[in-house]
Structure formats: structure tokens, C-alpha cells
């Protein structure tokens, strides 16, 4: 329960420094080149334009758990995550994410992870990707890995997301819903690397080694 409230907090305190950044701020900003943890995000799927979205919303087959899906509309405040440590493994906050770091994560507004698991997902058939956990807290196939070409995760190019639990990449590849959810695309995992599994960080709150914010748009 104490991990619980405290991951609540974390997010709750991210949210408010975003918050307060986007109400505009006319100081010059330094320069962050890596993406660090507990960084707070959105991630751009680079071959269909869309972004990482969640939202409280289960899916009607499968899992039954909350959907994540891609969206177009850049603004939505549903599509922001938090990159975390593994539950066993916590990195320190505002250090690089390495290429090759096993990762969380964290859907800000319903504090559940990105996971995946042997579900088919529901409209490609290929595997179901999901939202799950409570308060920050999920199980092992919550946890990604970044593939990168060097030693550290550049804010600025295109990595993928390799699920650790069933070697799936973290894919879209176009398929879009109707109702409720009219026109999301369907994300899912694929058992190959390819052009739909590329994706960039673009809007967020970058989080400094000294422990300060930067925010970064790109709208």
C-alpha cells in the first residue's frame, strides 16, 4: 500500500508540473538530449503519425482490461506515460534510460502500465496490448525493453519497445474502431521488428538528473 501511495504522489506531482509549465513560461529552457526516468511523455508511433493513448475504457474481448490505442489529435491529455524502473529494479529518477533497459511504462491519468500478454487484440488479431495494474503497481509483463542504436535513449530518434515477457514489439499497424472509440487505431504487439514499430518521444516533461523538469513541445 505504501508503493502504491507513493507512486500516486509521483504522478500526481508530475501532473502538477505540467500543469503549471503549460501555462507558459518565457525563460529559455536548457537542452535534455536523453529521455530519463520518471520523464513524463507522449511516444509517436513515426509510420502511421499517431500517439500512445489510453483511457478508461476495457476492451470487449479478450483480456477485458483498459484499451490503449493511437491517436491523432496531438493535444490529448490521455496520451501521457511516465517511464519508470522494473518493479524489482527502480531506476534513479532523472538518470538516462539506457538502450537495452528493461522499462515500465505508466499511463498518467489511470496509473496503469503498458503490458501485453497472450491475448489476440481485437481487430488485427495479432497480440492485445493493454492497461493494467492500480496505482503504478502491475506484475512482470508490464516490463519493456528500448531498442536503440547507441548507449543511451536520444530524446530525438525513433526506438522500439520489445516486450520482455513474450518478445513482442510494441506495433500499429492501421486498423481503426468504431464505437465507443471511433477512429483510434489498434495497438498491439508483433512477434517482428518493422516499420510500424518505430516509435518517438515528442511533447513532455523532461526530468533532469538534478531533479528539475523540462518541458518540451512539439506541436
Avoid at 493493454?130 to 543511451?152: H, I, K, M, R, Y
Wanted: net charge negative.
Amino acid at each position: 500500500m505504501d508503493a502504491a501511495v507513493a507512486v500516486r504522489g509521483l504522478l500526481g506531482s508530475v501532473l502538477s508540473v505540467l500543469l503549471l509549465l503549460s501555462s507558459g513560461c518565457g525563460a529559455k529552457e536548457p537542452e535534455l538530449n536523453h529521455v530519463t526516468c520518471g520523464s513524463l511523455v507522449k511516444l509517436l508511433n513515426t509510420r502511421h503519425n499517431v500517439r500512445l493513448h489510453s483511457h478508461d475504457v476495457k476492451y470487449g474481448s479478450g483480456s477485458g482490461q483498459q484499451s490503449v490505442t493511437g491517436v491523432e489529435n496531438a493535444e490529448d491529455a490521455n496520451s501521457y506515460w511516465q517511464i519508470r524502473g522494473k518493479p524489482d529494479r527502480p531506476c534513479q529518477r532523472g538518470s538516462p534510460i539506457k538502450c537495452g533497459q528493461a522499462i515500465r511504462i505508466t499511463h498518467m491519468k489511470t496509473g496503469r502500465n503498458l503490458h501485453s500478454h497472450h491475448f489476440s487484440s481485437p481487430l488485427s488479431n495479432n497480440q492485445e496490448v493493454s492497461a493494467f495494474g492500480e496505482n503504478g503497481q502491475g506484475d512482470d509483463l508490464d516490463v519493456w525493453t528500448v531498442q536503440c542504436d547507441g548507449v543511451l535513449w536520444e530524446r530525438d530518434e525513433a526506438v522500439r519497445f520489445k516486450h520482455v515477457g513474450t518478445d513482442v514489439f510494441l506495433s500499429v499497424t492501421g486498423e481503426q474502431y468504431g464505437h465507443p472509440i471511433r477512429g483510434q487505431r489498434e495497438v498491439h504487439g508483433m512477434n517482428s521488428p518493422g516499420q510500424h514499430s518505430w516509435w518517438r518521444t515528442m511533447e513532455g516533461v523532461f526530468i533532469q538528473p538534478s531533479m528539475e523538469p523540462l518541458r518540451h513541445d512539439e506541436l
